[in-house]
């Protein structure tokens, strides 16, 4: 398991994390994308829905429709698009005081080679304290 600000998740068979300045990559070495998840926090008030969806609004080009979704604790919007060369996945999710923006990102041409391991690990997308203790 990895722990971040606020959430948690398990690692695919053989994926990687590497922390960075803003985000935490996550990639098979041998593979074609990276899953990136990047947090907001607030100190003491909730998240709201109206909140998410201006950062949303960043996520995706304009005409991109992103689709209602609910990850075990989290709840926001997920969508997919094609941006010149690549190919994108994004979701932004709230849970409480936090906010978590995901992106998987890979080159057009290999566009759903990894996307089994990517929805696996999301479904062990939890809420966390930051500690690597899972609250959810």
């Not at 922390?19 to 074609?32: A, L, M, N, R, T």
């Not at 689709?67 to 994004?90: I, Y």
């Not at 996307?115 to 809420?127: H, Q, R």
Request: proline share 4%; aromatic share 8%.
């Amino acid at each position: 398991m990895f722990a971040g600000p606020g959430w948690s998740i398990e690692l695919a068979a053989g994926w990687e994390a590497e922390e960075e300045d803003d985000c935490i990559s996550i990639f098979h070495p041998d593979g074609v994308g990276t899953l990136q998840l990047s947090t907001a926090h607030k100190e003491e008030e909730h998240v709201t829905a109206d909140e998410l969806d201006d950062l949303a609004q960043d996520c995706a080009p304009p005409g991109v429709k992103l689709q209602p979704l609910k990850v075990e604790g989290w709840k926001g919007v997920g969508g997919s698009f094609v941006d010149d060369e690549d190919a994108w996945r994004v979701w932004c999710l709230r849970s409480g005081s936090y906010a978590l923006f995901i992106t998987y990102d890979c080159p057009a041409a290999d566009s759903g080679t990894e996307d089994s391991d990517v929805d696996a690990m999301l479904k062990t997308l939890g809420v966390s304290d930051g500690l690597g203790r899972t609250l959810n």
